[in-house]
């Protein structure tokens, strides 16, 4: 990317907790890029990206021609190969949204930023990044985290998981794990070990 930033990637599975390790490094000072962010922006603004999900999937844009978002993930979130097609299409988009928005942070003075992408490695989003920390938790706290922020029926947040790699995916694939089954403080102290390490890298140009 820039020798001036170091972009250290964010993923794990939903209901993992990635917003609030996102929010722990926030307030240390790393700027924040979050790929869903910059997908629902482009949804509501990229009318090619729009065309392109519209003819792969069908009937998944509203009468007014936005993108009916739940729709698309009944269909993607239970099909693996419809999953990997979405992620096809969008990511060339995410990722030139993305870098743009990279610059802009680093311009504006933050020279790690976090970038918090759930689908890094399966798009390759992983090899715009100088290390990427994976964020897991146990199965039962990730279907009653889905829940209550989405308000779904426990089934479907157990299929949502069941469409998305585990947690030996990203301890194999990460170069730092945060177990996220705990309290803030816990996540914290975690976030604040990954961080004072990145910080003395930037410090000594690694």
């Excluded at 029926?153 to 299929?159: L, M, T, V, W």
Aim: aromatic share 6%; with cysteine.
């Amino acid at each position: 990317m820039s020798d001036m930033m170091k972009i250290i990637g964010l993923t794990g599975g939903s209901g993992a907790g990635k917003t609030a390790v996102s929010a722990c490094f926030e307030a240390l000072g790393a700027g924040t890029v979050d790929a869903d962010a910059v997908y629902r922006a482009l949804c509501a603004e990229n009318r090619q990206m729009l065309s392109e999900l519209d003819a792969a999937f069908g009937g998944i844009l509203t009468a007014e021609g936005m993108l009916d978002r739940p729709k698309l993930a009944a269909i993607v979130f239970s099909n693996p190969d419809k999953l990997k097609r979405l992620n096809e299409i969008t990511f060339p988009y995410i990722r030139a949204a993305s870098k743009a928005r990279f610059m802009e942070l680093a311009e504006s003075g933050h020279p790690i930023i976090l970038y918090d992408a759930p689908t890094l490695f399966q798009t390759g989003a992983d090899r715009m990044c100088d290390a990427v920390i994976g964020v897991i938790a146990s199965r039962e706290t990730r279907i009653c985290r889905i829940m209550a922020r989405d308000g779904i029926a426990e089934q479907a947040a157990a299929a949502r998981i069941d469409s998305q790699p585990d947690a030996d995916f990203y301890r194999r694939r990460c170069d730092f794990i945060i177990e996220n089954d705990g309290d803030l403080e816990s996540l914290t102290r975690q976030a604040q070990k990954i961080w004072t390490a990145w910080e003395r890298g930037t410090e000594h140009g690694a």
